[in-house]
């Protein structure tokens, strides 16, 4: 059966990469992909946002699946188009339709579905330039720190955490008046700062049963110690120590299946992956967002980890029978390590070359993202380039697999983080 993956990151990469391991799985095109993903796959040249052209291309490639990496492609309905054309139904497509794909592209619609379900997340009040007054007497008269999120798509990078009055005012009107995120930050969700530590929570659902996959910790920060910039994201590591059984079946009671029975009562049909961003307080599971995808970098820190054949997964889901599928998890913990271009997450140079990857052990994986060839040369195309996944016995000896990856990989200007697990070290003391 052959396959298209839309999307062009590491994300796709490892889903690339573990598709090819199917007996199932024929040919795998990605579209637009990068130069990692040519390792696995066939780069198809279509424009990712002309339903027209993806259709075309899979009618004439004899795509059976289409998995949809990244969430833009979601919420402007491609799986809507697949759906409405009658000789496109055949094809499995792997991501929500439009409706479902609201819990990532509106923050607000997120947290009036939390609310609506009593699914326990921060309290929040949305606000646009409309009621700018309004959200500035709110922040005069709210706690510290504050959280200040615009609504729509913004590349990871529309979350601001404000420490006073005066930084939250600040952010408030590049967002509302100065339109820093453009028609994402049309509308702003302020909300409350929770204290406590994150986790990525992950499922396969077609909107009735669902399959839990592997948690993971992702970092966001630009800096060591989580400071600076907020990124696409730095680095992960799977499992995560603090998520035991205790602490997941209050997941699944207080947050996934209330989200999946809300679906139901809503009439939106799901099919796809969903991210629950979580964040533990006092032992507790707080929802901060849903994304309609996998993580980026999560997804390379998890997919390492499942033995089971994604394929059949997917055949699982199609089939509607996740209900009794048992996913195979490899007990090893999995770090992975993001390679970024000096200056991310804002200015950076492209077209730098990059070189050692050639001196990369066996045992370290390696996903491209932001990666193109000019000629013979290996460049980087983009901020996030180049994340190595690591597998060990303990998170110590893959972190330290991982580390000793990343220092050999080089190009003018490369950064990374060289504490990736920190927190989750401290976690245990």
């Not at 406590?196 to 920060?221: H, Q, W």
């Not at 400071?227 to 997941?248: H, I, K, Q, Y």
């Not at 099919?271 to 980026?296: A, C, H, M, Q, T």
Request: aromatic fraction near 10%; charge should be negative; glycine fraction near 10%.
């Amino acid at each position: 059966m052959n396959v298209l993956i839309i999307g062009s990151g590491a994300r796709e990469h490892t889903i690339a990469w573990k598709l090819k391991q199917s007996q199932y799985c024929e040919e795998v095109f990605v579209a637009p992909g990068n130069a990692g993903t040519m390792q696995f796959g066939t780069h198809a040249t279509v424009d990712i946002h002309n339903f027209e052209e993806v259709a075309k291309f899979a009618t004439d490639f004899d795509i059976m699946m289409l998995i949809v990496g990244q969430e833009n492609s979601l919420v402007e309905g491609i799986h809507d188009y697949f759906q409405e054309k009658e000789y496109l139904r055949h094809i499995l497509v792997i991501g929500p339709k439009r409706a479902g794909a609201m819990l990532e592209g509106s923050k607000d619609f997120c947290k009036a579905f939390l609310q609506k379900y009593n699914i326990p997340t921060a309290r929040h009040q949305t606000f646009t330039e409309d009621t700018y007054r309004e959200a500035v007497e709110y922040l005069r008269n709210h706690d510290y720190p504050v959280v200040l999120k615009a609504d729509g798509l913004a590349a990871g990078k529309g979350v601001i955490i404000s420490p006073d009055f005066e930084h939250a005012l600040d952010a408030l009107e590049d967002m509302l008046r100065k339109k820093r995120f453009g028609n994402a930050g049309a509308k702003v969700v302020i909300e409350e700062f929770l204290e406590g530590i994150e986790v990525s929570v992950f499922i396969l659902t077609d909107g009735k049963e669902y399959v839990l996959l592997p948690e993971a910790k992702d970092y966001k920060r630009i800096g060591e110690g989580d400071t600076g910039l907020n990124t696409g994201g730095m680095g992960a590591v799977s499992p995560v120590p603090f998520a035991d059984e205790v602490f997941m079946q209050k997941v699944k009671e207080r947050v996934i299946e209330p989200t999946i029975r809300g679906m139901q009562e809503d009439g939106i049909e799901y099919s796809g992956f969903l991210f629950i961003g979580l964040i533990k307080v006092n032992n507790e599971p707080y929802v901060i967002e849903y994304n309609v995808r996998l993580g980026d970098p999560e997804t390379e820190a998890i997919l390492p980890r499942i033995k089971s054949d994604l394929f059949e997964l997917f055949k699982a889901l199609y089939d509607h029978t996740l209900g009794n599928y048992k996913l195979v998890i490899d007990p090893r913990t999995a770090a992975t390590v993001f390679l970024v271009s000096g200056g991310y997450p804002e200015g950076f140079e492209k077209g730098k070359e990059i070189s050692g990857l050639e001196q990369v052990g066996p045992d370290v994986l390696v996903f491209h993202a932001g990666t193109k060839m000019v000629g013979d040369k290996l460049v980087n195309s983009g901020g996030r380039v180049i994340a190595v996944t690591a597998l060990g016995d303990t998170m110590e000896e893959a972190l330290a697999k991982a580390n000793t990856a990343a220092e050999t990989i080089t190009w003018q200007d490369r950064y990374y983080r060289h504490d990736i697990g920190f927190d989750l070290r401290e976690e245990r003391v």
